[in-house]
């Protein structure tokens, strides 16, 4: 690492300059600087920021293989806990299953992401990482040179330059290396027009699987994250804010859509955090733009029907360490050549069945025939769903796997 002021510029450089430090970007930031691999973490937020932000919390039994791969895996074998089964609930009866046991015999490990993050971060500053907090960067430029620079707001404010060898993009969805990229590349955009309020709540569990409930007024989920945690979604108005609806409505709505007189009440609580979700999809193709590499949300979004976002992101992260250490210790740059193919094949296998949960949980909105003739294909295919042990076993690994 070299520092050197140019004009009012504060110039720096690394190898290897990663965007964010989110699963994708502390995943591939471990990996690269076991490998003796010169690189640095810029990162818009503060630390607290980033060790106390809740998102996701399933990782797929592949995620848990790559974390102890690269000994990332304690914190999870310590206080994750295994998870196998999902519950469906309909008007016409409800049924379990133990996806544990089917497919290929996987199961989830259900570990809030923050602290996924938390330990990723904790691992990489131990080992001498390093990382800029607050260090918003703006653009990555002259990707196509083997010397691209990001510009950076850094923590005091002033601006700052970063040149590297390569950079990897794992700022996310809205991240400077979305916005730098050449107009040649492809973003596929899919809106699912469904619109969820996800919900955390103080309160335990209430059932001890995955519960998706399709009721007349809507979807509703519920996902365990700790013993007093839970998260719950439920299927809402597009466009409506989410504070509009109070706390008694929502636990109305959730028991109401639960089919709690059936299968007894869920536990209430305070809820903690709210957000509206608009279920959408996209995917940028290539992942390589010269010296710039997406990973993570930066490279593609799947919709959160189906868990897949943090396991990608951890995969895709893996991938590209691998190929850049070919690159740096062996100037072999075939993974590299391949990185983009590679993670595009596992991301349309995960948008593919995202939106196929879309199409199982969610009712068409219209009352017109072609409404009815896809509630009708819902309904069938809710049905083999329950009956079908080659649709479980298709279902099973397409859920747990990447
Ligand atoms: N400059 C620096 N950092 C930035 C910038 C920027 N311009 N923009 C965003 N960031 C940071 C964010 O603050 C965040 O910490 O990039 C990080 C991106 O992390 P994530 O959003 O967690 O993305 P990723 O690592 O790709 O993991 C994605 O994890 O949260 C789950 O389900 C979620 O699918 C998602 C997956």
């Not at 502390?26 to 503060?46: F, K, M, P, Q, S």
């Not at 133990?98 to 971060?121: A, N």
């Not at 949980?361 to 219209?366: C, D, R, S, T």
């Amino acid at each position: 690492m070299t520092e050197r002021q140019t004009n009012r510029t504060a110039e720096t450089s690394a190898d290897v300059v990663i965007l964010g430090a989110g699963p994708a970007g502390l995943t591939l930031g471990n990996l690269l600087h076991a490998a003796g691999i010169d690189c640095v973490v810029l990162e818009r937020a503060d630390r607290a920021h980033v060790r106390t932000r809740a998102r996701a919390g399933f990782l797929a039994a592949n995620t848990v293989r790559i974390l102890e791969r690269h000994g990332l895996a304690d914190g999870l074998h310590r206080r994750g806990h295994p998870h196998g089964t999902c519950e469906f609930r309909t008007g016409n009866g409800s049924f379990r299953l133990d996806y544990g046991t089917l497919g290929r015999g996987e199961r989830h490990t259900v570990y809030p992401q923050q602290d996924l993050v938390t330990d990723l971060l904790t691992h990489y500053l131990d080992a001498g990482g390093r990382i800029r907090f607050e260090t918003e960067a703006r653009s990555v430029r002259e990707v196509t040179g083997p010397r691209p620079t990001v510009d950076v707001r850094e923590a005091d404010g002033r601006p700052g330059r970063w040149r590297a060898r390569y950079v990897a993009g794992c700022d996310g969805r809205h991240g400077a290396a979305r916005r730098s990229l050449p107009a040649s590349a492809l973003r596929h955009h899919r809106d699912h027009g469904v619109t969820w309020l996800g919900l955390l709540a103080e309160a335990p569990p209430s059932l001890d699987a995955v519960g998706y409930a399709m009721h007349p007024d809507g979807f509703a989920g519920h996902m365990a994250r700790t013993a007093d945690i839970t998260r719950y979604y439920l299927q809402y108005e597009p466009g409506v804010p989410g504070d509009a609806w109070s706390e008694e409505r929502i636990w109305a709505a959730l028991d109401r859509r639960m089919y709690t007189a059936e299968h007894g009440p869920l536990h209430h609580g305070r809820i903690v955090q709210r957000s509206v979700i608009n279920l959408e999809s996209d995917v940028v193709e290539p992942l390589r733009h010269g010296s710039l590499l997406l990973a993570g949300d930066a490279a593609s979004l799947p919709a959160p029907a189906a868990a897949k976002g943090a396991n990608l992101a951890v995969l895709e992260a893996e991938l590209l360490a691998e190929a850049l250490i070919d690159e740096f210790s062996r100037s072999d740059s075939r993974a590299l050549d391949r990185y983009s193919r590679r993670c595009l094949d596992h991301i349309w296998r995960a948008q593919e069945f995202a939106h196929w949960m879309i199409q199982l949980l969610h009712a068409p909105a219209g009352a017109d025939a072609e409404s009815f003739f896809h509630e009708a294909m819902r309904r069938s295919r809710v049905e083999s769903l329950r009956t079908s042990r080659t649709h479980q076993d298709w279902f099973a690994e397409n859920y747990v796997g990447i």
